[in-house]
């Protein structure tokens, strides 16, 4: 008994810690996950608001004519880059930091870089590697060998074809999406125009034609199309259904700007691309009807297609950083045009910017000074090691803080053994918890006193402010407005070096 009693895990206040421990861990397990907030993301929502910047290639018989919007009544023969080179292009894309690309299969002149099986007017009838080439082909399989995710652009608008505007088109363009979908391996997003009717060359009647925006296209059942072929991809529109145009062709998002999204038309009736009122786009609806967050697209350029007189209005990268906090830094996506030239490349001048962008870019994020901070949280939920502050700074999206149900507007204070100097702050909430959080605001300790040097509205996927530098070793993030409790993911700290 004596030589038991000396064994030290075997003393009865051992058992006693055990228990204790044990109690501690049950009641940990026990507490539940905050209760979902309004509409939520769908899985391949998820998947895209990790992709964040990505790029778009308008490429096609504009590159060689130097238009924007060809009328369809070129010949195919007009398509002949010199030096296609699909390796350049998406490596040229990776290199930059994007994490995918979406090509314009097929633009408003109706001209296919795919041998599409359903019109003479398209690769097969250029002298581009004499009509057996497939730029389709080429760039996803460059995209996957990059791991660059693929997306594809099918213009709704066809001024080539006889039938558009009639019934018979509807049949062609389906067709033709499902050699999309089925031929090119996953897609991760479908991106429908919304530049719909108007002059054309249709055949040789050379006409305008008018479609009814709301009714032509019978979208639902086009949609469907791409959820029973690729039931990963996001469908993109002016009205979504997964993620909506920003309003705007500038590559930046409002502010606020919120995931969800409740659309208007113009007249009242049902909402459509191209009848819908796109302005509302930019700040979306705080706890609207649908989860439906923001794409910001722009070129690099002042056009979408490629041309020569365009070389010297490349932007810089100072311009794009800023787009990117406006785009992304507002949980919104940044999708830059890049667009290959005659050759079939990406242009000197264009590359030269996209990687300066991305050296700004790793100047900034590379070093998260939050990530040695000493959290305290005025709550935590349950007081359950799941739901710590310390979760915030774990590089980890699907992990966060949490308080009880009845805590909204909790308090987070990060000290530092040393002083920092940061002028970034990054915000990401807990996406499948729907977007709970309204208002923001953050402080530092300057002269024995809390000074607020930033406050924000929406958050969703991320927020990113930027300001004047501060030098700290004590600041504090409180949530100001939030409808339920607050679940945030992720925050950084960090400092832009001049
Ligand atoms: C617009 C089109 O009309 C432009 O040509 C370009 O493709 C842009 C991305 O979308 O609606
Ligand atoms: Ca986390």
């Not at 539940?32 to 769908?42: C, H, Q, R, S």
């Not at 949280?377 to 980890?396: E, Q, T």
Request: one cysteine or more; hydrophobic letters at 35%.
């Amino acid at each position: 008994m004596k030589k038991l009693q000396s064994i030290p895990f075997l003393k009865p206040e051992s058992f006693l810690l055990v228990y204790i421990f044990f109690i501690i861990s049950c009641t940990n397990e026990r507490v539940n996950p905050p209760g979902p907030y309004g509409v939520l993301p769908t899985n391949p929502q998820m998947q895209w608001h990790q992709m964040e910047y990505y790029g778009f290639l308008h490429f096609g018989l504009n590159t060689f004519t130097n238009q924007e919007w060809g009328y369809g009544d070129v010949s195919a023969e007009t398509f002949n880059p010199t030096d296609f080179d699909a390796d350049q292009i998406v490596s040229t894309a990776k290199a930059a930091g994007m994490t995918g690309l979406i090509l314009t299969c097929k633009h408003h002149d109706g001209f296919c870089l795919w041998p599409s099986a359903y019109t003479a007017y398209s690769v097969k009838n250029s002298p581009w590697k004499n009509g057996k080439g497939d730029v389709v082909r080429e760039i996803s399989a460059a995209c996957a060998k990059y791991g660059l995710k693929f997306g594809v652009y099918l213009s709704p608008w066809d001024r080539n074809h006889a039938d558009y505007g009639k019934v018979a088109y509807l049949e062609y363009y389906r067709n033709q999406l499902k050699e999309l979908l089925t031929h090119y391996g996953p897609i991760f997003e479908v991106w429908f125009d919304g530049a719909n009717g108007g002059t054309g060359w249709y055949g040789g009647a050379d006409e305008e034609r008018k479609i009814d925006r709301s009714t032509y296209y019978d979208r639902e059942n086009t949609w469907q199309i791409v959820r029973e072929l690729q039931p990963n991809a996001v469908i993109f529109s002016d009205v979504g259904p997964d993620i909506r145009w920003v309003g705007n062709e500038e590559g930046f998002a409002g502010d606020p700007c919120w995931a969800t999204y409740t659309p208007r038309s113009e007249d009242g009736s049902q909402t459509a691309p191209g009848n819908v009122k796109y302005q509302l786009g930019q700040n979306g609806t705080c706890n609207g009807k649908f989860w439906m967050p923001a794409e910001c697209d722009v070129s690099i350029r002042p056009g979408w297609f490629y041309h020569s007189d365009q070389d010297s209005l490349v932007k810089s990268s100072e311009v794009l950083l800023d787009l990117y906090f406006k785009s992304v830094g507002r949980g919104a996506s940044f999708l830059l045009n890049i667009p290959p030239d005659k050759q079939g490349r990406i242009p000197k001048e264009d590359s030269v910017s996209l990687m300066q962008f991305k050296n700004l870019r790793d100047k900034i994020f590379t070093k998260d000074l939050a990530a040695k901070a000493i959290l305290t949280a005025s709550n935590i939920r349950g007081d359950a090691d799941k739901f710590l502050p310390v979760n915030l700074i774990d590089g980890n999206v699907n992990t966060y803080w949490a308080t009880d149900d009845v805590i909204h507007t909790p308090e987070l204070i990060l000290e530092f053994e040393d002083f920092i100097v940061f002028n970034v702050i990054s915000l990401q909430e807990n996406l499948p918890l729907g977007q709970r959080i309204n208002k923001w605001a953050f402080d530092v300790w300057e002269n024995d006193e809390w000074k607020e040097i930033a406050n924000g509205t929406s958050i969703g996927s991320r927020r990113l402010w930027k300001g004047e530098p501060k030098t700290t070793n004590k600041a504090r993030l409180r949530i100001t407005e939030s409808p339920v409790c607050p679940a945030l993911s992720e925050l950084g700290l960090y400092l832009e070096k001049r």
